[in-house]
């Protein structure tokens, strides 16, 4: 096994112990992961991922966030407005 890397990642629009749980079980079920934690009691919330990075990188630890319906701190995203706006064009 590689030597194993650690990412602190900086969550947005978490307001529950249950969302940050959430986000944790997503990422203790990924190959690759060897562990995940949160501290509920932190602001910003913020996830502990230690993963190898023979099988990951942090932006796929950030996808699975992302896909886990919530957001990384400091990333842009569409606003409301362009996401709607994109419902309706024409591919």
Known sequence: M??????????????CADCLYKVVSALQKTDGVVQAKHNPATYPPWVWVQYDPTRLTEADLERVIEQTGYQIKGKKYPGLW????SLFQRR
Do not use: H, N, P
Not at 9 to 15: A, C, N
């Open 2 to 15: 590689a030597e194993l890397r650690e990412a602190k990642i900086e969550l947005r629009f978490i307001m």
């Open 82 to 85: 362009e996401s709607i706006r």
